[in-house]
């Protein structure tokens, strides 16, 4: 129909090249094709795998981290009590103003066990003739615990748990462990010992010993490599009060 002056009803120029731009236009608005919903489907699962992974591996990471500063500081905390010694419950130091402690520093007289696993020390008697001051510690090798025992006067106790201080278990075994703990006399032709060396590796396991078959466990090497981490302590102790004569 022809408009008079080439106008529409509307007020608009209309021709045939713009009716033709406005049905192209509309015909290419179309959506997605199933087979590209299908592969950007896949691409986001494992886009989210992925990072799932990635955070798991990042969660776990920081988990073995801090176990292993952990292991480290009840490590250092179980040298440090050897060397120093530690406050007992109900004992005052005030009255054992000489020797409030027994460690190595304070010590005067050291004996050790026959394999070196567990250290006997006594400070100066000075006022206790009796020589019922003492401390010992010892590494329980089955449980990779290290236990103290002490009796000061009449005030004793036995098995008293220094390591570790975190209970967990993962399977049978404690998460802590403490495999070896060696006490050796540097000077063996003294009456005395007045140079010890203390030797300690601890271990702290992530995971269970894993499988390789139904009834064959893996290689005690894989299982370390893979699951658990060791940390070696090693200091040597001049005793001082070796020399010293009780009064």
Same mark, same amino acid.
């Given at each position: 129909m022809q408009w008079k002056n080439g106008l529409s009803p509307c007020g608009k120029i209309t021709t045939s090249r713009g009716v033709y731009r406005m049905r192209s236009s509309m015909f290419n608005q179309r959506g997605f094709s199933l087979?590209?919903?299908?592969?950007s489907t896949v691409l986001m699962s494992l886009l989210a795998? @992925?990072?799932a992974l990635?955070?798991?591996?990042?969660?776990? @990471?920081?988990?073995? !981290?801090?176990?292993?500063?952990?292991? +480290?500081?009840?490590?250092?905390n179980v040298m440090n009590l050897i060397r120093q010694g530690t406050p007992i419950d109900g004992i005052h130091t005030s009255l054992w103003s000489d020797h409030p402690l027994i460690g190595l520093l304070t010590a005067q007289k050291v004996t050790f066990s026959y394999n070196n696993d567990?250290?006997?020390?006594? %400070?100066?008697?000075?006022?206790? %003739?009796?020589?019922?001051?003492?401390?010992?510690?010892?590494?329980?090798?089955? !449980? @990779?615990?290290?236990?103290?025992?002490? +009796?000061f006067q009449n005030l004793s106790k036995f098995n008293e748990v220094i390591f570790p201080?975190?209970?967990e278990k993962?399977?049978?075994?404690?998460?802590?462990?403490?495999?070896?703990?060696?006490f050796t006399n540097?000077? %063996?032709?003294?009456?005395? %010992?007045?140079?010890?060396?203390?030797?300690?590796? @601890?271990?702290?396991?992530?995971?269970?010993?894993?499988?390789?078959?139904k009834n064959k466990l893996m290689s005690q090497e894989d299982d370390l490599q893979m699951n658990v981490q060791r940390l070696i302590? +090693?200091? !040597?102790?001049?005793?001082?009060?070796?020399?010293k004569f009780d009064t």
């Open positions: 087979a590209e919903l299908m592969l795998y @992925g990072f990635a955070m798991l591996q990042f969660v776990i @990471g920081f988990q073995e !981290t801090r176990d292993y500063i952990s292991l +480290q500081k009840d490590m250092l567990a250290m006997t020390m006594s %400070p100066v008697r000075g006022s206790d %003739p009796l020589n019922r001051m003492w401390v010992r510690i010892k590494h329980e090798r089955n !449980t @990779g615990r290290v236990l103290m025992d002490y +009796q201080t975190d209970k993962i399977g049978r075994d404690n998460r802590f462990r403490i495999t070896r703990l060696d540097l000077t %063996p032709h003294l009456e005395q %010992p007045d140079l010890i060396s203390i030797y300690m590796v @601890g271990e702290v396991r992530y995971r269970v010993r894993g499988r390789i078959s302590l +090693q200091t !040597t102790v001049f005793v001082s009060n070796a020399d």
